[in-house]
C-alpha cells in the first residue's frame, strides 16, 4: 500500500469537524450497467448512446461499472473510506413499467443497497432523477410535455412510499439545466435535442415535478430530509469593457439565477430572455407556488469558473482557452475560490436559502494504474484540499453549508465523454472491473480516520 498523507485540512477549520458531513457521490446510469436486466425499461441516455457519434468511442452504459451486480463489495469500499454519507440515485426505468406500476426486481435491489449502507451506518443522500428517463416518456414528448412532472411525481410517490426510512435525504433532481439545456437546448445530453423553445418549456417542467415530488416525499417519509441538487457555474469578463462585464452577467442568469430563482424566489429571471426572446414558458397558475416550495436543503454542484466575452449580438460565449491558468482533463479552470463565491452571492440573493450541501465537486484526471500498483493522482489531492477549504471560507461568511460529497466514488461512465474522463477517487479497471483506491482515496481515508480520532472541539 502506498503511504500517502492524508488530505492537509487544519484540525480547527469548521470543515475539519465531525459534525460536517463528507460523503462520496455517483448516479444510476454512470455505475449500474445491467441494462436489460429484472425488467429495466430502456432509458434515453441508452438510445442516445446508440446514436452514432453522440458519445466517444460509442460507449455506453450497459455495464458501466457493473454496480448493479457488484454493489456489496462496493458498499464495503464506501465504508472503508470511513464516510459519513453516500449520495446515490434511483434508475426510473429500473422500478417502474410502462403503466406506471413497480418492478418488484429492480425496487429490491435498491432496497437491499439501501438496507446495506444504514447497517454500516452510512447515511443516504439519494436523488430520484438523474438524467434516465424512461424511453417511453420521451415518445411521448419528454420534459417538454407536461405530463412527464406528473409521471415524475407518481415515480416519487411510489419510491418514497417503497422506500421509506431507509433514506437519509431525498433530492428531487439532479443538475435540471443540464436536463434542460444539454438536452433539449444543444443536444449535447439526452434526447439530444436543439430547440430553445423547448429547452425552457422543459426546465419548467422539470421544477414542477420536483415541486409536485416534493408533497409526496413529505406525506409519505416525513422524517426525512427533502431537497434538489443543481450545478453551479462561475464566471468572469474577458476583458474589463462594459460589452464583457454584461455578457457575463447574461452568463450568470442562464446558468445560475434561471434554475435557483425559480426555486428560491418563486419567478423566472426576466433578463434570460433578452437572450432567448420569444422562448417564455407555459406557465399555469399555481405553478411557481408548487415549484417555490420550501426545502430543508439545497444541493449545490461546482466544477470550474469560465471566462466569457461579448458575442457582438447582445449574447454571451466562452473566450478561448489562451489563458495560462490550471485545467483538468475535461479543460475546465480550476478555480476554488469560485465555490466560496458563488455560495456567498446566492446567500445574500436569496434570503430564505435553505442549509447547503456541496453535493457534487471533484475532477477528471487520465489516471491509470503504475508499476506499483497505485494510482498517483496528485493535482486531485490537491484540487479537494483548496474547494474544501474554499468551502470553509464561505462559512466563515456566514453560509450555512452542511456537507461536501466527492464526485465521484469511482471512475464511471462520463456521459458524451464516455469512460475516458476519469472522476473517481477510485480507479476503475473496465476490462476486469477491478477497484483501486487512488492516491486521493487513500488521502481522503486518511483525512477521515484521523479526524475520527481526533478529540471533539
Ligand atoms: O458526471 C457528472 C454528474 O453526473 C453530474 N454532475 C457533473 C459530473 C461531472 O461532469
Known sequence: MPNVPPLNIPA????????????????????EGAADEDGRLQSIWDTYCDEPGRVLNGDHGDVACDHYH???????????????????????????????????KGIAFYKHLLDRLNAKGIQTYVTLYHWDLPQHLQDRGG???RETAYAFADYADLMTRELAGKVTAWATLNEPWCSAFLGYGI????????DLRQTTQALHHLLLGHGLALAKIKANDPKAKRGIVCNTGVFGPRHDTAADKDATYLAYVQQNYWVFDPLMLGSYP?????????????????????????????GINYYFRTEIESDG?????????????????????????????ILVDFN????????VFITENGMASDD???ADGGVADPQRITFLERHLMAVNTAMAAGVDVRGYFIWSLMDNFEWAYGYERRFGITHVDYTTQVRTLKHSGLAVQGYLQARKQRPQR
Not at 426505468?93 to 418492478?103: A, I, L, S
Not at 443536444?187 to 436543439?194: F, I, K, S
Not at 407556488?289 to 426545502?295: L, N, R
Request: one cysteine or more.
Open 187 to 194: 443536444g449535447r445530453h439526452a434526447p439530444g435535442v436543439t
Open 368 to 370: 491509470s494504474v503504475g
Open 270 to 298: 426576466q433578463d434570460l430572455f433578452r437572450l432567448w426572446p420569444g422562448c417564455e414558458p407555459l406557465v399555469l397558475p399555481g405553478d411557481m407556488d408548487t415549484i417555490a416550495t420550501p426545502m430543508d436543503f439545497l
Open 348 to 355: 445574500a440573493r436569496y434570503p430564505d436559502m435553505p442549509p
Open 313 to 341: 449580438k447582445g449574447g454571451y460565449q466562452e473566450a478561448p482557452h489562451d489563458n495560462p491558468v490550471e485545467r483538468t482533463q475535461m479543460g475546465w479552470e480550476i478555480y476554488p475560490q469560485g465555490l466560496t463565491e
Open 70 to 104: 457488484r454493489w456489496e463489495a462496493d458498499t464495503d469500499l464506501i465504508a472503508s473510506l470511513g464516510v459519513d454519507a453516500y449520495r446515490m440515485s434511483i434508475a426510473w426505468p429500473r422500478v417502474m413499467d410502462e403503466k406506471g406500476r413497480p418492478n418488484a
Open 143 to 145: 420534459w417538454a410535455s
Open 12 to 31: 480547527d477549520a469548521a470543515i475539519a469537524q465531525p459534525s460536517f458531513l463528507m460523503g462520496v457521490a455517483t448516479a444510476s446510469y454512470q455505475i
